[in-house]
């Protein structure tokens, strides 16, 4: 097993004290540890801020870690000096970035800091790709005396941070119905879900060369752990090796442009939701350190696990250049249907190398302004409408919520707020994939929208960095639809609520109907699920009083 050896420093101030303390010691650990041939990284330290440590003060490190160890790489601020306003040069053998970002913002981080022009050198992230779960309180307590350390707080000594602390006093005062061994199962689905995503696209980044994932084993404070707190492995090792081995197939689609306002602008494509009937285009991937050719096979596959398409074709060595090749590209004829479901995409390269993407297929959408009066004075739907008659029989279409909008609702009017951010309606700024738990609900919307019990992929276009508060209001029914559970603070928001408000109804949700944020795509006519799922929620509406 190959080790990164971080040295201590991260969060700390400079001054006269640890200029001189420092030193002393680096240079005792490092007689303690130089003779493991395992170590073959070395960090100065974490994160660190033009205020945490100068060039001399990491000039001196340097030269100590460079004069006590021989054949490793070393670097001075692991997470890289310019992206925590550090130094503007650096001391190291390779480029290393921390990201924690959305899934929607990871390849726009990845090109954001890549410069061919630089002097080339490998890029390792030191820590990244992590992914908060549910821990079971019960299970901890087992033995009938809660764990101390279950009320350490960490550096920042508070429970506005992580409150895992507080946890069973927060969880008991939300009376969800889903059970803590739910919970956990949930969680770790979607966690799955996001690592296998996040190290695809990684894998599929040839200037990458390698990672460190955040983290190796839950923590007082974390629970982003691949191993639980009882040392076992949260993930079956084989499902989760075919996206972390030495060879790795890989999926991705098509490049698409858009001509707006007299220029051509980037139009992403969405590679997870296609509507029945249309063309599915992909590119199979292989990301390997060695590889001696061998017989491709895949199969797309319908929800009752028969095979729609398939095929095969011979792959050669010499025809792979470089660590990331495409091996095969796929223009799939998808076959119209009546109901939306979930499909898969399975592909195998000579019974080692496997990997399966979940697809989703909608039936062909109506219009979601069928029945609907869009309210839309900001321009959120691709255009700006003027205020209208609010006709008792439509469904109201709405961006923002004003006092003519929720007159409307408490008359016994039925319409549905889209607010993507902050505004009048009580919002929080989150991150939708990070540091929480996605909880779909028991309510009739999702009867005729496939999932498997836990937000997945065909959310990639929806998700938001808002969600709503509606704690607040106090004089509205809340009916829950899909909600955040916050995995370190354990409290809830909505990012789809039904709310009943005087004589009428009212759905609020804050996911990105329209998409745009990082590489969503930019138009809701090029977002399957949320052209279903809006139409869904018309539908709905339509049939409640």
């Given at each position: 097993m190959l080790l990164w050896l971080e040295l201590p420093m991260w969060w700390q101030r400079i001054n006269d004290y640890l200029r001189g303390q420092a030193p002393l010691e680096y240079r005792d650990i490092l007689r303690r540890v130089h003779h493991h041939p395992s170590i073959v990284i070395y960090s100065l330290g974490c994160e660190l801020g033009i205020d945490m440590a100068d060039a001399a003060l990491l000039g001196e490190l340097n030269a100590i870690v460079r004069g006590g160890t021989t054949g490793v790489l070393a670097c001075d601020n692991s997470g890289s000096g310019e992206a925590y306003a550090g130094l503007?040069?650096?001391?190291?053998d390779f480029s290393d970035y921390h990201f924690y970002s959305d899934l929607h913002y990871f390849a726009?981080?990845?090109?954001?800091?890549?410069?061919?022009?630089?002097?080339?050198?490998?890029?390792?992230?030191?820590?990244?790709?992590?992914?908060?779960?549910?821990?079971?309180?019960?299970?901890?307590?087992?033995?009938?005396e809660r764990p101390a350390w279950r009320d350490l707080?960490?550096?920042e000594?508070?429970?506005?941070?992580?409150?895992?602390?507080?946890?069973?006093?927060?969880?008991?005062?939300?009376?969800?119905?889903?059970?803590?061994?739910q919970l956990v199962t949930i969680s770790r689905r979607e966690s799955f879900l996001k690592r296998k995503f996040i190290l695809e696209r990684t894998r599929a980044t040839g200037y990458v060369g390698g990672y460190v994932l955040t983290g190796l084993r839950d923590t007082p404070i974390s629970t982003s752990g691949v191993f639980d707190d009882l040392g076992r492995s949260k993930f079956d090792p084989d499902a989760f090796r075919r996206f972390n081995d030495e060879s790795v197939l890989l999926l991705e689609g098509?490049?698409?442009?858009?001509?707006?306002?007299?220029?051509?602008?980037?139009?992403?494509?969405?590679?997870?939701?296609?509507?029945?009937?249309?063309?599915?285009?992909?590119?199979?991937?292989?990301?390997?350190?060695?590889?001696?050719?061998?017989?491709?096979?895949?199969?797309?596959?319908?929800?009752?696990?028969?095979?729609?398409l398939m095929g095969s074709s011979s792959i050669t060595a010499g025809s792979l250049h470089g660590r990331v090749s495409e091996i095969a590209a796929l223009d799939?004829?998808?076959?119209?249907?009546?109901?939306?479901?979930?499909?898969?995409?399975?592909?195998?390269?000579?019974?080692?190398?496997?990997?399966?993407?979940?697809?989703?297929?909608?039936?062909?959408?109506?219009?979601?302004g069928e029945g609907v009066t869009a309210y839309d004075p900001v321009g959120a739907f691709g255009g700006t409408f003027p205020p209208a008659a609010f006709l008792p029989d439509e469904v109201i279409l709405a961006s923002v919520w004003t006092p003519q909008v929720e007159a409307f609702v408490r008359g016994g009017g039925r319409a549905i707020l889209l607010q993507t951010g902050d505004g009048a309606f009580p919002a929080q700024p989150v991150p939708f994939w990070r540091e929480s738990i996605k909880l779909i609900e028991d309510h009739p919307l999702w009867q005729g929208f496939p999932h498997a019990g836990h937000v997945d992929l065909q959310f990639y276009h929806l998700a938001a960095d808002h969600a709503l508060d509606t704690t607040s209001l106090a004089d509205a029914r809340r009916?829950?639809?899909?909600?955040?559970?916050?995995?370190?603070l354990f409290t809830l928001l909505d990012y789809l609520v039904e709310l009943e408000m005087g004589s009428g109804r009212l759905i609020a949700s804050s996911l990105r109907f329209w998409g745009g944020a990082g590489d969503q795509v930019t138009d809701i006519q090029h977002s399957p699920a949320a052209l279903f799922l809006l139409r869904q929620i018309v539908e709905y509406l339509s049939t409640r009083q």
């Open positions: 503007d040069f650096d001391f190291a726009p981080l990845l090109k954001h800091f890549y410069r061919e022009w630089q002097q080339p050198r490998p890029w390792i992230f030191g820590e990244y790709c992590d992914s908060d779960d549910y821990r079971d309180p019960a299970e901890l307590n087992a033995g009938g707080l960490g550096v000594g508070n429970t506005g941070r992580w409150a895992y602390s507080e946890q069973e006093a927060r969880m008991a005062a939300h009376a969800l119905p889903f059970s803590d061994a098509r490049r698409a442009r858009q001509w707006v306002n007299g220029g051509d602008r980037p139009a992403p494509v969405d590679l997870f939701n296609y509507v029945g009937g249309t063309t599915a285009s992909f590119r199979l991937l292989l990301a390997h350190t060695s590889f001696a050719g061998g017989e491709l096979r895949w199969r797309l596959v319908r929800p009752d696990g028969s095979s729609a799939l004829a998808l076959p119209h249907i009546e109901a939306a479901q979930m499909w898969q995409l399975e592909a195998d390269l000579d019974g080692g190398v496997a990997n399966t993407w979940r697809l989703w297929l909608y039936p062909t959408p109506q219009q979601w009916v829950p639809i899909l909600t955040r559970l916050d995995a370190r």
